[in-house]
């Protein structure tokens, strides 16, 4: 009997040595689970990229100054191009850092999570085995040494493992919290990842855009000054109207009823129907500054359409073919045609109606809902 408890005490003894060993393998881990993996990238490289990017902005603003001319015109699109191309890098290197920082955050978590399972089972079984010691010593200890002193030592002992197994503990736990730390990093990274991802799709669109907008400019003018100057002018006289036209009324009209019909008044190739929308109530009328346009596509879908189905879409909002035209080289609306000419109000509301023919506008309705959203009707009969 005698024997069989010293071989137990030393076999403890022994798991005792394995379970410092494991104790000291938790603080290594806590100390390289706690440091944060990252893109290393080329400050200098990061530092030029900017500086660029101040220029072509700096540029830009003083080309927005300079006189209105189809070879300034040319020359901001171009240093338009070239903002946006070094803005797509930046963003591409920032979406390769955060790619690269949540895999390196993605093995730390498995091996951290493989880790933290083995100690639990050990520390578990360590538990168990200082419990079964604890139980047959106190009673049986004094008559297995062969003095007071060998009864001394295991009490010791038996100290010392509760000690290590509660230190033990704590570092566990403190491995865990570092654990739920980088999961939780982790997951921000990835949202981050995905608004950098969108944020690239809309500067590459943005970029065709500008591309477009510089190729249809030289087409449509043949580089050719003279004739620039000429559509900047009908463009301005088109913008300049939309403030004088001359009023004839108003009443309140609900969503559905019938405003007038699509046609031709104003500058205007053909019947069609120019729809906007606007933050603007119908206090604020007098002090319309423009443009102050919102898209219309969701307020167009979430009320009803202007016109009745089917409709053809002839001229979207933005940079189009035939941006170049206005003052700030953006078409404030939506151009649209219908075999039923009938032009209906999206939503209930009051109804200005201006009558200018002869103007650029022509004939239209400005037409203020209770949401304090106006929406625009141009090119009426």
Known sequence: MVILLVGSVLKDISNFSFMKKCIFLLIVITIISSLSPKFLISQDAVADLQTKINEYTAKIEELTKSKD?????????????????????????????????ISVLTVEIDKLDIYLNQLSSIYINQVAENY??????????????????????QLKYLSLAQKSNHDMLINMETVRTNYD????????????LENLQIKLAEQRNSLDKQKTSKANLLAITQNDEKKYQQLKKAAETELSSL???????KRNVKKGEALGLMGNSGYSFGDHLHFGLYN???????SWSYPNDIDSSDYINSH??????????????????????????????????????????????????????????????????????????LHMQ
Request: charged share 25%.
């Open 69 to 101: 001319t189809l070879s300034n015109q040319i020359k901001l699109i171009t240093s338009q191009i070239d903002l946006t191309l070094l803005k797509i890098t930046q963003t591409e290197s920032s979406v390769k850092a955060l790619e690269t920082d």
């Open 132 to 153: 079964k010691l604890q139980k047959r010593t106190p009673s049986l200890a004094i008559f297995s040494t062969n003095n007071f002193n060998g009864f001394l030592e």
């Open 181 to 192: 730390i980088q999961k939780e990093e982790k997951k921000k990274k990835q949202i981050e």
């Open 243 to 249: 403030l004088q036209a001359k009023f004839v009324g």
């Open 280 to 286: 603007l109530r119908e206090e604020d009328l007098a």
């Open 304 to 377: 009803r359409w202007p016109m009745n189905q089917p409709i053809e879409i002839t001229q979207g909002r933005g940079v189009t073919k035939y941006s170049y035209l206005y003052s700030d080289r953006f078409h404030h609306g939506i151009d649209m045609v219908s075999s039923n000419k009938s032009i209906l109000a999206v939503e209930d509301g009051v109804a200005y109606f201006f009558r200018n023919p002869g103007s650029s506008l022509g004939n239209h309705v400005k037409l203020f809902h209770p949401d304090g959203k106006m929406t625009l009707y």
